[in-house]
């Protein structure tokens, strides 16, 4: 018979022959059918629709976070004949979650493992076979910045402010340490230490070492203590690596000291000594790779303008790296792999510096031009990713206890660019993060 329908010639319409539509509207057509007309339909193959399971989505990208992994996929042309109602990304290591539509955010991973993801689409009829693995991903703690204590107005301040590196923004107010200043920090992924160079009830130093957790807040426990070299300091400047907290240089009684002594960050306990460094230092600066680690020294009433280095895992006299390019003191360093970053201070003459220099770790030299801070000071610090450096607070002839944070790329040169701001104005502070010199 024909499809065209004539029911004692008083409904005329043609009817609509099913379709594979997808979505809600699958099978459907206008007009009403006659058991002649769905026998037709059947005969010639129209009726019932058969639909099946989706094709399998693809996987664009996969994006890790802490514990977590966003995976982003588009779905496949072939429906099966009817959308998809749900999608599941799973893990490797079992963990999966399910929506909609693209992305999904799969939590409780455990960082610092490589995992990979497929994904699967849901229709009416049943699951799509699995997408491709994606590529290797492993999730991680963000790389935090912290910039801790410092004075406020002339007043001392146990806060400690942190920034995530890779984002714009101002800093959290994370936790509060005993109220101190001209101290020192560096740090790893699990812990940093931080030295107390002057408490509300010592003006000429301390020896106490305390740590926190970068990544819960809260914490704050002895470590240790300094023993090298008369064992309470105020200033000098600290770096590390992933297993090494070093110390170096520092005043007691205004008077300077060249000693280093280092902690190994997984145990707490006293410092052991490390070496000497080539002068006698107290605001210097530090910073690191894996292997080796670097101190700016300061100006030492004179002009010097020494760079040395050493060898993180062993012990020993400090080498001569090579020479900043005009000699000063209350500068900032930090650092990633490759490059060491020394930033701002002042001249022996007091004048305030906007120059930010850099050297290349791994090979004895003398500093090169990188760009400019937003603006001169001293006393501000700064820590690092593997890609971007962070420099907070600081000040200047003008003003004091700035509350501005500006970034630079380290792979690049360049002028620092705005950051936010610190939860709160300080100088006479100290950085940290959890990337321990910019390595991840």
Not at 172 to 178: A, E, W
Not at 198 to 205: A, C, D, I, P
Not at 404 to 414: D, K, L, V
Request: net charge negative; charged share 10%; glycine share 14%.
């Amino acid at each position: 018979m024909s499809k065209t329908r004539f029911l004692g010639n008083l409904i005329k319409t043609n009817p609509t022959i099913p379709t594979g539509n997808s979505g809600a509207n699958y099978g459907t057509a206008t007009g009403v059918w006659n058991l002649e007309e769905v026998a037709s339909f059947r005969a010639a193959g129209d009726w019932p629709l058969t639909a099946s399971a989706p094709g399998a989505p693809s996987i664009t990208s996969v994006t890790s976070g802490d514990e977590q992994v966003i995976v982003a996929f588009s779905g496949n042309a072939d429906t099966g004949g009817l959308d998809p109602t749900s999608f599941t990304a799973l893990a490797s290591s079992g963990e999966s979650a399910s929506g909609s539509s693209s992305p999904l955010t799969v939590t409780g991973l455990t960082n610092d493992t490589a995992i990979t993801f497929t994904v699967t689409a849901t229709n009416a009829v049943g699951t799509s076979s699995a997408s491709s693995a994606s590529s290797s991903v492993t999730p991680a703690e963000p790389i935090n910045g912290f910039f801790i204590t410092g004075t406020n107005g002339g007043t001392r301040k146990s806060q400690v402010d942190r920034v995530t590196i890779a984002t714009t923004g101002n800093a959290t107010d994370y936790q509060d340490l005993v109220a101190s200043y001209r101290g020192t920090a560096a740090g790893n992924a699990t812990r940093t230490l931080h030295h107390w160079g002057v408490t509300t009830s010592t003006f000429y130093g301390n020896s106490g070492v305390y740590y926190f957790s970068p990544v819960t807040a809260g914490t704050n426990s002895s470590f240790g203590n300094l023993t090298a070299g008369g064992n309470a300091r105020t200033d000098g400047s600290a770096l590390a690596n992933n297993t090494r907290f070093v110390h170096g240089g520092g005043t007691y009684q205004n008077e300077k000291h060249d000693d280093m002594s280092y902690f190994t960050i997984a145990s707490t306990g006293n410092s052991t000594n490390f070496g000497t460094l080539n002068k006698n230092d107290k605001d210097g600066s530090a910073c690191a790779s894996a292997t080796r680690g670097i101190f700016y020294h300061d100006y030492g009433g004179g002009a010097d303008t020494n760079i040395d280095y050493i060898t993180i895992a062993s012990t020993g006299s400090a080498s001569d790296f090579g020479d900043i390019t005009e000699s000063r003191s209350q500068h900032g360093a930090l650092s990633n792999a490759t490059r060491g970053v020394m930033f701002g201070g002042r001249t022996g003459g007091s004048q305030f510096r906007n120059t930010i220099e850099y050297i290349t770790i791994a090979s004895a030299g003398n500093a090169q031009d990188f760009g400019d801070l937003q603006q001169t000071k001293y006393l501000a610090e700064g820590t690092a990713s593997t890609t971007r450096g962070v420099i907070g607070g600081g000040g200047t002839q003008a003003a004091n206890d700035l509350d501005e944070i500006g970034y630079i790329t380290i792979g690049s040169t360049g002028n620092a660019q705005d950051f936010g701001n610190l939860a709160l104005g300080k100088m006479q502070h100290s950085a940290a993060g959890n990337a321990h010199g910019g390595i991840s």
